[in-house]
């Protein structure tokens, strides 16, 4: 009889995996770097199953003493067939990661959106723990979104729903890797403080993140590192980030008047309460007042494992089913 749960967060750049026991509890961990945008979808399926194996090899238990293997992956996913439709940052295009995994393993496999995934961990273990109306925004790379509905994990018809992140601010705004223009995650997100740093740097202006800007790739503690260094670009940067974040979540506001708007992601996490602070100074001038006035907005309390507490729950759902 199994007693153990394996839960995996699924990037396009790591895969962090985990161990939890029955009092819900991560006892063993690991972190694995995947090839972005190079690997092809066999590559990425041998490193989560080597991922699983290492966990049980490291932590001396059998696939026998498992329950079920759940993960949240970038993209469009439909969880009752565990198939990948389509993932921006990974080679799956209708990939049936589900078979493919309990054909491995013979122990149940549920596969969701990472986003929808940690908004849902967030829910049932973290910071909304307990609400029925919830949305949550995840600043990363790009900008996921997660809503609960009455109470609900809601994803709309076929799974492809709840892209709050690519809400058009500005039809004439910067290109979104969605192929729109002007969407939130083309502000707010790592690649729109990005674009506009490497546009103020074009302009002749210095800035800490010229590596990041020749790189194509801004890392979350460089981001914080030349913020508090005053870094007049990366300041004017996150600020533009902040301020369009905070006219979206008022759209989300007006639209579903949740309980609580939950800010998380990578971005989120490493810049302590600076996001934060500056959404809830300006968030007031984009929703009603009578909407805004029953609305909590809070930073995730579950930090990086918002998305191996969500497969958790998601495990227990799937298996009531
Ligand atoms: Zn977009």
């Not at 122990?107 to 949305?135: C, H, M, R, S």
């Not at 997660?146 to 709050?164: F, M, P, Q, V």
């Not at 979206?248 to 639209?255: A, W, Y």
Request: charged residues 25%; aromatic residues 8%.
């Amino acid at each position: 009889m199994g007693k153990y749960y394996i839960c995996l967060d699924i990037g396009g750049t790591k895969v962090l995996g985990a161990i939890f026991n029955n009092k819900r509890e991560i006892v063993h961990r690991i972190k694995k770097k995947t090839k972005a945008g190079g690997d092809d979808s066999a590559n990425i399926e041998n490193t989560i199953i080597n991922l699983v194996e290492e966990l049980l090899a490291e932590f001396k238990i059998s696939i026998k003493d498992v329950i079920a293997i759940a993960a949240g992956a970038p993209g469009v996913i439909n969880i009752e067939k565990g198939i990948v439709l389509f993932s921006p940052n990974l080679p799956w295009r209708n990939y049936e990661i589900k078979k493919a995994i309990e054909g491995k393993f013979k122990v149940p496999f549920f596969i969701g959106n990472d986003v929808n995934v940690g908004v849902y961990g967030e829910w049932k273990y973290g910071a909304a723990k307990g609400l029925t109306q919830v949305v949550g925004l995840f600043v990363g790379t790009g900008m996921g979104a997660g809503l609960i509905l009455d109470g609900k994990l809601y994803t709309g018809h076929g799974d492809k729903g709840a892209e709050c992140g690519h809400m058009i601010l500005n039809p004439e705004g910067p290109k979104c890797n969605c192929g729109q223009r002007g969407c939130l995650e083309a502000f707010s997100s790592k690649q729109g403080i990005i674009d506009y740093a490497r546009t103020q740097a074009a302009r002749g202006r210095k800035t800490a993140l010229e590596k990041a800007i020749k790189k194509g790739v801004l890392k979350s503690k460089d981001l914080k590192a030349a913020y508090d260094a005053n870094d007049a670009v990366a300041i004017e940067a996150v600020d533009r980030a902040c301020l369009y974040l905070a006219i979206g979540i008022g759209n989300l506001i007006n639209t579903f008047s949740p309980e609580m708007v939950v800010l998380g992601g990578g971005v989120i996490e490493s810049m302590g309460d600076v996001f934060l602070e500056k959404v809830l100074k300006d968030v007031d001038l984009y929703c009603m007042p009578s909407i805004r006035d029953t609305v909590t907005i809070k930073n995730a309390a579950l930090g990086d494992d918002s998305i191996l507490y969500g497969a958790l729950a998601m495990i227990d759902d799937m298996l009531k089913k």
